[in-house]
């Protein structure tokens, strides 16, 4: 005779089964991951199931590091300055060359100015030493042609010189004027010297004397040097300097009947003498275009 186990019995132990493994499936997935879903569900709910850790009242001062002895200190430092420099490694991207923009260019106009550099203009004559002979030559005045000096081969003149009167006479009257310069033709100085005693021929030598004036400096051009004829007119002493040039008529203190007019180019300070050294064509390695008029 079998006996059947009561049904109810069984049922029980079938929901105890169930239950248990449902709880061990819900288990894991609660604590899998590190309690992820655990950690969700309290933050959700506010179960404080995991609580805060409590955070320290205070923190210690760090302590100073102990002082390294003289030997120890030397020792990382000599270290360092024997450890080999990192290597640059060639895969480094190098920055693009950026270009830059041309430098403007500085303008001098308003720079100071420099006293090694500084020039001044200069006078000049307008005329040749052949033309202003053949002039004097043509106005009455036999001076020859422009040729070499006594002086030197560097120097080339033509002069002229009358005497009306026996020589050693008081009373005599007498001209006398030269022209000298370069050979090329450039012209230094013009000196005339005249004695005009109060007779017909001292007012004969002062009528050519005036007159020759008169001729030179309309070939010099310097007008301004003009002003100085009414003085000359009253045989007065007179000096005109300017731009490099000079006039200079006087008399002398010998005798009240001697004057001497002298023209010349005078270049005294540094900067009409920088000028004059650009522009002589004598230091010129180049020969100067020749000019037609």
Not at 3 to 16: L, Q
Not at 232 to 255: C, P
């Amino acid at each position: 005779m079998s006996v059947a186990p009561p049904r109810k019995k069984s049922r029980a132990v079938f929901w105890i089964a169930a239950v248990v493994i449902g709880l061990i499936i819900l288990t894991t997935a609660l604590l899998a991951n590190d309690m992820r879903n655990l950690r969700a569900l309290d933050s959700r709910y506010r179960l404080d199931l995991f609580p805060a850790p409590q955070q320290q009242a205070a923190s210690s001062p760090p302590k100073p590091a102990p002082e390294q002895q003289p030997a120890q200190a030397a020792a990382p430092r000599s270290a360092a300055l024997a450890a080999p420099a990192e290597t640059p490694r060639r895969d480094r991207v190098k920055p693009a060359a950026v270009a830059r923009p041309p430098a403007a260019k500085k303008s001098h106009l308003l720079d100071e100015p420099v006293d090694a550099l500084l020039s001044a203009f200069v006078r000049s004559w307008r005329i040749t030493g052949q033309t202003l002979c053949a002039d004097l030559q043509n106005f009455g005045l036999s001076v020859g042609e422009w040729r070499q000096s006594e002086l030197g081969a560097g120097t080339s003149e033509c002069s002229y010189a009358v005497q009306k009167g026996a020589y050693g006479d008081p009373k005599a009257a007498s001209f006398f004027i030269i022209a000298r310069g370069k050979p090329s033709g450039e012209i230094d100085a013009i000196r005339i010297k005249v004695i005009m005693p109060d007779n017909d021929e001292g007012k004969a030598i002062a009528g050519t004397f005036v007159d020759t004036v008169v001729l030179l400096l309309n070939e010099t051009h310097w007008l301004d040097f003009q002003a100085a004829l009414e003085a000359i007119g009253k045989l007065q002493d007179v000096t005109l300097q300017a731009f490099g040039a000079k006039l200079a008529f006087f008399k002398e203190f010998q005798s009240n009947n001697n004057f001497n007019l002298q023209l010349e180019l005078r270049r005294t300070s540094p900067e009409q003498l920088r000028t004059a050294i650009v522009f002589d064509k004598a230091r010129w390695t180049l020969p100067s275009p020749s000019s037609t008029n």
